[in-house]
């Protein structure tokens, strides 16, 4: 497994991203990227449904509010994307859902990394048993299969919100600690790092200061990728009906509860399916652009 | 009976045979949403459909094989078609085509069910109904060989009773003498239950008096089981050929592969002797049932060209109508309706009489019955469905739909001192078309009395969870009748033998159980009647503690060459009626 | 090699037994009572004295570390059996895994030909329309969420094509049926082969992008590097030195993750196996998740965990093998 794990090249440069514009590597990335036409795609695409999160909700008709008389409706100059079977629209609940996808996605990513990051950086620095243990633990982790353990976990913590991020960043972190682990294993022999130690500088500030820096490129791609998969997850948790519990606006649940409608209103499934499609692709290829851009292999 | 539906379990509880919608997705549907709008709160779609004649056709192709994708639509929770152990409608569709019970009822009008002997040649009872004698046809066998003698009813019934079976149903016995003690292991035969096997008699002394016991004992809990096939298996059940399988029904049992994938398959059982409605031999050879993970994807695959038949997922019933042939403006005896919490400190009690009257009267049926089943429900008047003996209509005076009413009440209630603190809690089993009645249900509290609501789903376990003390505010119920008795809806729903089982609001109110102890008592069939009548009207005009939406028809499509393909009235298909022209 | 191996296994078992020991404790906080599940089957209240009976039968007021240590016993000895149905497990594995086995060799044998084929004409063509459609392309289905795939799919290939009466070769069933029709376990009849296609088309897909683009990332790597530049200079054909030089350095690390990948889809394919209703480990296992049925979800899932195991420690070992650089006998 650990031929795996992305490699990364350990940049001289003491602070990449992290300490502040100007610095030419930075800059370097995003002349890259800028020149990926599918990265700027994928970023507009984001940007689009950022703006949308934002703004769509005082734009779009109350969710939640029913029509008695009109239900199961094909997109008209009204709803857009039609009317549901509760007589809602079905944009107002796409924006909402989308929302709500965003909201758990990057939330759920934030939580993950920080978990991946102090666990792979106590790995990967300290070695020995807590570097054997946790480690381990990844191991054990990932063999068990994503559902169950998420199931596991959900059970345990709910069916809120905050319990579904909280879940998914439970079971995600695993990758950005190997990731930030391996990074600290070679920094570790690194001159510079040798140097700071034989000063006595005291080890969290090593890492902190002048380790992690460095190890935050493949981070950030695992990051803009991880968004895109926790989405994923959460929608096919909400699919399983095991995921956010209603009226939170789910996508995953908006596909579930409209499959049965198929056959006489395909827009009840078409709208929130695209709506996934759209979030998570935007997510992975600006996860590629900056693989591509920053130079981290890929996995 | 429990229908069980993707995901969604319905409780199971009381006698057998019936429960079936009630979980879950269920409904059904007619194209042209005949419950007519104008005056949804009284009744009734149409009564024609509700009284039907089942006409079964006598002259039908014979051969063939059919296969089912309706029964076992919802793969991952099969259990059981041994018929002590059986507790879902669907499983039960095997059971009936494998067993003939002791007694059955004759539906050809289907709202005057007829009981009649059927394995049994006659029974007698004392005067005060607790005591009951049998008498065995002489020339009966099972699809083994093995002769029917009433030995074989008192070691299936004492099976059904014992602790180790630990059967859903297994209460029942209960009704009989020291039925009990079986249930708790400290009996493993009953005294009570007396085979003469060469006298061909059953004597059975009851507990109580219970005037409906020969109906009961239509039951499959109450089917004969074959001796061989006891010892093999004992009181211990599964599935397939893990519980008992060898029957004395027009099919007999070919194989059955694992639970939750695979196929159950049926063939013609040529040992069978013919049932009440004088068929012979059932026509088809062979019947398939399909076990699938979802409606969904069993509909999709009828859709794809698949089997000759399917259960219509909510959302579809307008369309597939208009494709299929189907079942939807065939009524059965099923009840779909929300409990009040008895004891529940915010909507219980005597002193909040006016605001449940307000809350039953707010909620649209119509608009629910055109959302959620496309109007092919029909809205219920009461709980106990039309087609029950001693059924009258119009026998709620809150089941209408009537805005300004509930204002009103609404108004008295609070100038009384009522006050609403928190948003009232709507449980239900989450998943299926459910969700979408209780959003209904809180947008129109909201706009009518402005009374907000919180939807409570359940994912799982939901009967046994929301039978808990304290569990229930408003949640929702149904039922689909084990057998045709007002007292299985009264009893089984309401009273107080059901506490911590399908008296899902803890229902307990002396007046309701003095009139349904007098109603098991009685033996004339008008006065029953009456009296438990007289029950529900207290449990639903003066406690009001019920809400009755609608009650179901039928859900299935079968294709055009299908013959004899009708739900009777507790849901359970004639199978040896069923017919395919090549 | 031996101490090798035998670390590897060892290392293995604590895995497994971690596994074990992680699902057992989160199974066990659950709010749900195994008696309950035993005696009730669907949601109906047992009396009292048949919880009673049952939490003896089934040891079930033993202390955690008992019932650990003898549910441990019978998953270890695949003993026990379903709360729910009362299967016992061997059966079910015996009839579900090689379910799983054949869709995940199909779903591979989709992820070699189609993957690696992409991946290698994208290289080729580097930056060409067919890259980045591909790259698109490839993006695309990784974004389709497992179910709307296979819903669409089978409405398309199965509904529809039935009802606008296209060719019988075009029409697909529906529902997946995978216990008949097998030559020698593995090769499908033609009707079994309809069954298959589409979980295997939806299983493989994620994992045919991933390979893809591995592919093309290693290819490109591998053409610039030297012995490939000297090749070229030398004046071999450029199909020489694709299918003799670039092509056999890029592959190690694809066929590396192909072959973890193949012990994930074994027992992981939750999703398209539950969507499909394919009788494999991974629907089962979903379900008896739902259901709190834990002999289920201990003793399935430590089989899929094993398989997975077993997978990586194949893929270690002979990649130990092909690559001289790797150093065997545990050094670091």
Redesign the interface.
Known sequence: MTLLEPHMTPSADDSLLVAGPGRSLAQDAWRRFKRNKLAMFGLVLVVFLLIVAIVGPFVVQDPTKFSKTVFREPPTRQHLFGVDHRGADVLANVVYGIRLSLFIGILATILETFIGIFIGAVAGWFGGMADTLSMRLVDIMLGIPYIILAYAFITVLGRGVLAVVLTLALTAWLQTARTVRAGFLQAKELEYVEAARALGVKSWRIMWRHILPNEFQPVIVLVAVGVGGAILAEAALSFLGVGIQPPAPSLGRMIADAQSHFASAPYLLLFPGLAIVVTVLGFLLVGDGLRDALDVKDV | M?R?RR?L?????LFTVALIAAAC?DSKESSDGDASPGDVTTTTAARSDVCRTLNYATDAPVGGEFVDYAQLAS??????FDPQAV??LDESQITTALWDGLTEFDYTDTCNPVLKPQVAEKWEANDDATEYTFTIRKDQEFSNGEPIKPSNFKIAWERGGS??L?S?Y??LMAYVKDGDKL???SLKTLDSIVADDDAMTLKVTLAAPNADFPAIASFPLFYPISKADYQKVGN????GT?GITIGNGPYKLESA??????EVVLVRNDKWKGGLTGMKRPFLDKITF?I??D????Y??F????GDDATI????Y??AAAKYKNTLKEATLGTYFFDFGFDDPVVGGDKNVKLREAISMAI?RD?IN???YEGTRTISTGITPPGIPGFKENLCKYCKTDPAEAKKVYAEWQKEGGKLTAPLKLSYN??GSH??VV??MQ?NLKDVLGIDAQ?N?I??????VI?KEGACQICRSGWYADYPTYGNFMVDLFGKVSI??NNLGRYDDAKFEEAIAAAQKETDDTKRGDLYRSAEERLLNETVSVIPLNWYTGDAVYRDNIINYMTPPLGTIAWEHVAKKS | MTTFVIRRIGSLLLTLLGGYTVLFILFFALPSDPAEVIAGGNGKNPPAAVIENVTKKYHLDDSIPEQYVRRLWDTVTLGGESFQTHEPLVETIKTRLPNSLRLAVWAMLIEVTVGISTGVLSARRRNSLLDTASTLGTAVVSAIPVFVLAYLLRQVTGVYAFQHQWPEWARFPVLSEANHGWYLGIIPSLDQLKHLVQPALVLASVSTVIVARLTRTTMLEAAGSDHVRTARAKGLRERRVLTRHTLRNALIPVVTFIGIDFGTMVGFAILTETVFGWPGLGSRVARAASQSDLPVVLTLSMVVMAIYGVANLIVDISYAKLDPRIRLGGAK
């Open positions: 429990v069980k995901g379990y319905i409780p199971a509880l997705g793969g991952g929770d099969n259990t059981s507790q879902t602790a180790e630990a859903s297994g209460y249930l708790d292991g211990t059940t599964g599935w893990k592969t694992a639970p939750d994938s695979g399909k699938t993970a409606v969904e994807s069993a999709q695959a859709e794809a060209g698949d997922p909510s959302g579809q307008a369309a649209d608009e055109k959302k959620v989450a998943g969700q979408t959003e209904t947008a939807p789903p994912e799982e376990s939901y009967f046994k039978a911590d089982g």
